[in-house]
């Protein structure tokens, strides 16, 4: 063995980068789209971070700095949704297996890595049918429940969670981590009608209000008088589910979206009422009968989540209860808004609980690879921009829709990371990846449970730029919005007129047939058409790419044409529809302004706007299909420049419904086994060079994010999380654990580890151990751990003759961590505490590299 004198530094060896290194590897992996050509998750070749000069590197950088940390992260995921179940159900036994395994298997073994799943109690839209599981009326001890959960077996939910169980507890070792199970968050839609409080004035209502699980009366829907029998059926659901063997169930939401009741399962909530439910009746039954289940509040748009979270703290009784608050993305990015929710209260958690591209259809990459292409960087722009702003953890929608994006028994239709297509119609696999599958996988594949964010400082972008016509892609919804004279989207303009037309046909929104980013471009523009694609059973007039009538969905039957007709108070836009002859059924109507509820222009159902859509044609004058085309111009002169199209009132404008949002961004995390991994964005239409730094190695290095490309850059820059070190200086010992972690005093590590820390002599040279394992024991007690100490593989011993110091033990090469050294009797005792395989020790042979800390 290797001898260390007694004048020895103190040492200890471990796989990273010191702060003295010249250099560190940077492994990275690449997602990007560069015309129809796309790259997915392929790994790049390293580079390496250096010290000292950066020849050539920007300004403009991405610098990380891994010993400021905030939030720890619990993990990622899809929700079993009923729609997830029957899709998967129509799957083979193979296909079966292969969406478990791309879902849930350890990214060495393809798989995304998810740990972090929703569950739906009792039926939402993405079910076959509206069900609970107690409908007998006034059953207030629920003794009617029915315990066996049969619809969710028979829709093949259980089985599918057991399947992600499984293959979530196979998994080995992932970036430090051992022992991973799969967390189920449990969230209801509505309780069961007989609970909630009628429904009056409404269609169908006989006089006395209506009780139904798919509306909800204002300003709540639950009835007061069914809170503690609601409270029980929680509880009652969640016992059924373990008795089924579901047993990673980790949380529940009190409400899916409790300001909304879009026409499926819902039930309206205050902040108030909800914090009352939970103080009284939520929490005592949870707390008796199901300790270990996490509470989390709201469960919707981030618009309003501050002042949810307010509401729902000040009820100091209810904020006991409350792990925090959940949050969708459907009302935009709101960061400020999560900001503030966090500041209400910082011993609270965020947690991202469903987000997806809706509305009406799946977008396949054989639809266009741009509309493909631009849904994953908005999903994926959401989950870098909430793990920004202190979300710990983040869980998509439908784990599986259909090719149609169901089934959703009121055909509120949406997008997946993956469709199921076992009938072939689309041609391809049974299971089609989407864009955002890759997407995902630059979060979850590298984000583990336990990582904890960094600090990460851009100066690429410092400012998010405001919307152009770069950022108008194909299938953009047309909403009116407030006038804005500075805004570059709300502008239009006619094309060249064609022979026989006053004002041209085409109405064009400006700047789009030169903006690299644009679909539209060098292709004529993004032309305003009604939506006839298969997906839009609604009337939705979107932009498109101008097409020449080649494609019958996009102009080939007349519905990017519009007859402009002079009416008193402005102009009357009339769809020109399909030429004599064609077919496809009718194409008619004129341009309203038509209030409706969000998810007409792919925002959340829960918010009301103005939507351009096409109705019948009324007479003229009518208001909300009048419109002011530049205010003032008239006749020719539409012709000459672009222009506004504005309501009769000149109070909105027609725009794209665009958020304005980030084109360069990223996020850093701190993972178990001391590597950081940082997820960089580029959603511009141009490649960003730039200089990566390591604050805290003094590293840095040039390079370049492509347009339209994610990456997630890996490299060790620290010491594992999970770390633990004694020292022990003359004889006071103190346990100091890796950041994060607070010092534990002497009295606390009990007899072992203080004998072990004495000063090592060579008075003591007759004592051949110094106490490793009692060590072992105490700093896995004080770290967390099990009690149990892990398996000792090195030893420390007193140095065979005098003066010399303990000697340091070669490890056999399976799983080495432990190390002691001396310097003196200065420092007598340092433990590494690790719960990871490195190899040989100490000998100098070591099977990875091995630098002084």
């Not at 644009?518 to 006839?532: A, F, H, K, M, P």
Request: include cysteine.
């Amino acid at each position: 063995p290797k001898r260390i004198g007694a004048k020895s530094a103190l040492m200890l060896l471990v796989p990273i980068a010191s702060a003295s290194s010249a250099s560190v590897q940077v492994s990275w992996t690449q997602t990007a789209r560069l015309g129809e050509k796309v790259t997915l998750l392929e790994d790049q070749t390293p580079f390496v971070l250096s010290s000292g000069a950066c020849d050539g590197c920007p300004d403009r950088a991405i610098s990380v700095d891994s010993k400021q940390t905030f939030q720890t992260f619990e993990g990622f995921g899809g929700a079993f949704t009923q729609a997830s179940a029957v899709n998967w159900r129509k799957l083979n036994a193979t296909g079966q297996a292969e969406l478990i395994r791309a879902y849930f298997a350890d990214p060495a073994d393809g798989g995304l890595g998810y740990t972090l799943c929703r569950v739906p109690i009792n039926s939402c839209d993405f079910s076959p049918e509206s069900y609970t599981f107690d409908d007998v009326e006034g059953d207030v001890a629920l003794e009617h429940f029915d315990s066996t959960v049969q619809k969710d077996v028979d829709l093949g939910m259980i089985d599918m969670i057991l399947a992600a169980e499984a293959a979530v507890e196979a998994r080995g070792e992932s970036h430090g981590v051992r022992g991973l199970k799969l967390k189920l968050l449990a969230s209801p839609w509505s309780p069961p009608a007989w609970m909630k409080l009628p429904m009056k004035g409404v269609y169908g209502d006989p006089g006395e209000g209506i009780r139904t699980m798919t509306g909800s009366a204002k300003p709540f829907g639950l009835d007061p008088d069914y809170q503690a029998s609601w409270a029980n059926y929680f509880g009652k659901w969640l016992a059924a589910y373990k008795a089924r063997g579901v047993d990673s169930l980790w949380a529940v939401t009190v409400q899916n979206e409790p300001e909304a009741s879009p026409g499926w399962e819902s039930c309206l909530w205050t902040p108030e009422y909800m914090a009352k439910f939970v103080a009284e009746h939520l929490g005592p039954t949870l707390k008796a009968t199901h300790p270990e289940i996490k509470i989390f509040g709201f469960d919707h748009n981030k618009d309003h989540v501050a002042e949810w979270a307010d509401g729902l703290y000040k009820n100091k009784t209810a904020a006991d209860y409350f792990t925090g608050v959940a949050v969708h993305w459907y009302g935009g990015l709101n960061t400020e808004n999560l900001q503030k929710a966090h500041e209400v209260d910082p011993t609270k958690s965020i947690l991202g609980s469903e987000a997806c591209n809706c509305v009406g259809h799946v977008v396949l990459q054989q639809d266009g690879v741009s509309s493909w292409w631009t849904r994953a960087e908005r999903l994926s722009l959401d989950i870098l921009e909430d793990l920004k702003w202190w979300a710990v953890g983040w869980i998509d929608w439908n784990l599986l829709v259909d090719v149609n994006g169901g089934p959703n028994h009121l055909k509120n239709l949406c997008d997946a990371n993956m469709i199921q297509d076992a009938a072939g119609d689309k041609g391809g696999q049974p299971l089609i990846k989407q864009a955002s599958y890759y997407y995902m996988g630059h979060f979850s594949r590298y984000l583990v449970p336990g990582a904890k964010r960094v600090q990460v400082s851009n100066t690429v972008e410092v400012e998010i730029p405001q919307v152009a016509a770069g950022d108008i892609k194909n299938g953009a919804a047309l909403l009116f919005e407030p006038c804005d004279a500075d805004s570059a989207v709300q502008q239009f303009r006619f094309a060249t007129p064609e022979p026989g037309d006053k004002i041209a046909a085409s109405l064009i929104a400006a700047g789009t047939d030169d903006a690299p980013g644009s679909d539209g471009y060098q292709r004529g523009g993004e032309c305003v058409e009604l939506c006839i694609m298969p997906g839009c059973w609604f009337p939705k007039v979107q932009l498109w790419a101008c097409g020449d009538g080649g494609e019958a969905d996009h102009g080939g039957r007349g519905n990017q044409k519009w007859d402009v007709q002079s009416v008193k108070g402005g102009y009357k836009l009339e769809v020109r529809g399909s030429p004599e002859g064609a077919g496809g059924g009718e194409v008619k109507g004129c341009l309203t302004a038509v209030k409706a509820e969000g998810w007409a222009v792919d925002l959340d159902a829960g918010l009301e706007v103005i939507a351009a859509q096409l109705a019948p044609c009324l007479s003229d004058g009518t208001s909300n299909q009048t419109f002011l085309l530049g205010g003032d111009g008239e006749g020719e002169s539409l012709l000459e420049s672009s222009f506004t199209v504005g309501t009769a009132d000149a109070k909105l404008c027609l725009a794209p419904q665009i958020p304005k949002l980030p084109h360069f961004d990223a996020v850093g995390f701190h993972n178990p086994d001391g590597t950081v991994a940082v997820v960089a964005m580029n959603t511009n239409d141009d490649p960003v060079e730039f200089t990566l730094k390591d604050e805290a190695l003094g590293l840095a290095a040039k390079h370049s994010l492509p347009a339209h490309a994610i990456h997630t850059y890996r490299w060790q820059s620290g010491p594992p999380a999970d770390a633990i070190f004694i020292f022990a200086q003359n004889g006071d010992t103190l346990l100091q654990a890796a950041p994060g972690h607070a010092p534990v005093e002497k009295a606390a590590m009990g007899p072992a580890v203080a004998a072990a820390a004495g000063r090592l002599t060579p008075a003591m040279a007759a004592a051949r151990s110094v106490g490793v394992a009692g060590a072992a024991a105490a700093a896995a007690a004080a770290s967390g751990a099990a009690t149990t100490p892990p398996e000792l593989l090195v030893e420390t011993t007193a140095g065979d003759k005098p003066g010399e110091g303990p000697t340091l033990e070669a490890p056999p090469p399976a799983r080495a961590s432990w190390i002691a050294v001396c310097a003196g009797g200065t420092v007598a005792l340092a433990v590494a505490l690790r719960r990871r395989s490195f190899g040989a020790v100490g000998t100098g042979r070591a099977s990875r590299q091995y630098t002084t800390l």
